[in-house]
Nanobody
Framework: QVQLVGSGGGLVQAGGSLRLSCVTSGTRISLNPMAWYRQAPGKQRELVAAITRGGFTNYVDAVKGRFTISRDNAKNTLYLQMNSLKPDDTAVYYC?????????WGQGTQVTVSS
């Protein structure tokens, strides 16, 4: 059974940093495309960053140069390093894995950026 457990959110001032983690079990993250999504109040869930099986990454324009997605295959953990945070980054962040074409989601972790 595939399970994803996200953590690392919190309250931070604008300009600060946070690192989100997503511990995965039931599958090896190196074998699957992984991603981080976010959903702000009243808005649709949006893709923030993704990493392919081969390690290629892509980002939504709003976070390019500020966020970095990475993974530690030995720990089976996905990360999202978030720097220079802005109030617009406030949202619930979800990790996602695509395993055999089926999506799996973490429970979400709240990130709040104060101005």
């Amino acid at each position: 059974q595939v399970q994803l457990v996200g953590s690392g959110g919190g309250l931070v001032q604008a300009g600060g940093s946070l690192r989100l983690s997503c511990v995965t079990s039931g599958t090896r993250i190196s074998l699957n495309p992984m991603a981080w999504y976010r959903q702000a109040p009243g808005k649709q869930r949006e893709l923030v960053a993704a990493i392919t099986r081969g390690g290629f990454t892509n980002y939504v324009d709003a976070v390019k140069g500020r966020f970095t997605i990475s993974r530690d295959n030995a720990k089976n953990t996905l990360y999202l390093q978030m720097n220079s945070l802005k109030p617009d980054d406030t949202a619930v962040y979800y990790c996602n894995a695509r395993v055999d074409w089926s999506p799996y989601w973490g429970q979400g972790t709240q990130v709040t950026v104060s101005s």
